[in-house]
C-alpha cells in the first residue's frame, strides 16, 4: 500500500502564494502519476493539476498561469505552488497517487481571504 500525506496548507490573502507538499510511501514513486484535485462543499471533487511518471503536466484552466505542478523523486514528493491566489481557490486539496492502485490522502485546506 502507499500512504499519501498532503501538507502546506492554510490561511493567505488574495494575491498570496502557499506552496503543498504531497509525499508518498513507496519504492515505486518514480512511476507515479502525480495529481492534485480540489474540492468544496456542494461541488464535485474537481482536476487541478497533474504531473506524470515522465514530468509532463496538464492544468485547469482555472489556474493555468499561476499554479505549478512539480515532483522531486529523491523525496518521493510531489508539490503544487499556488501563487496570486483567489478566493475562488479556497477549498480542500487532494493528492492521488496512480499506481497499480489509486490512492488518495487526507486533504490539505486551502483558505484564500477577500
Known amino acids: 500500500q502507499v500512504q499519501v500525506v498532503e501538507s502546506g496548507g492554510g490561511l493567505v490573502q488574495s494575491g498570496g502564494s502557499l506552496r503543498l507538499s504531497c509525499a508518498a510511501s513507496g519504492s515505486a514513486f518514480s512511476s507515479y502519476a502525480m495529481t492534485w484535485y480540489r474540492q468544496t462543499p456542494g461541488k464535485q471533487r474537481e482536476l487541478v493539476a497533474a504531473i506524470t511518471s515522465g514530468g509532463s503536466t496538464n492544468y485547469a484552466d482555472s489556474v493555468k498561469g499561476r499554479f505549478v505542478i512539480s515532483r522531486d523523486n529523491a523525496k518521493n514528493t510531489a508539490y503544487l505552488q499556488m501563487n496570486s491566489l483567489k478566493p475562488e481557490d479556497t477549498a480542500v486539496y487532494y493528492c492521488?497517487?496512480?499506481?497499480?492502485?489509486?490512492?488518495w490522502g487526507q486533504g490539505t485546506q486551502v483558505t484564500v481571504s477577500s
Open positions: 492521488r497517487v496512480s499506481s497499480m492502485i489509486a490512492y
